[in-house]
């Protein structure tokens, strides 16, 4: 399974409160593709003030 993370500022990094959430295969609901940081406030914020 494929693990991403945000990128900000030039740099990959995980969400701040490190959970994560799964996406999964729409034609095999039970198989997981992705994993995304369960991104907030906060790495908006970072990523706002990158641009």
Known sequence: MTEYANFI?????????GETFETYNPAAPD???????ESGVSETD???AAA
């Open 31 to 37: 198989e997981a593709v992705a994993t995304y940081p």
């Open 46 to 48: 970072a990523a706002v």
């Open 9 to 17: 500022g030039g740099e990959w990094v995980d969400a701040e409160g």
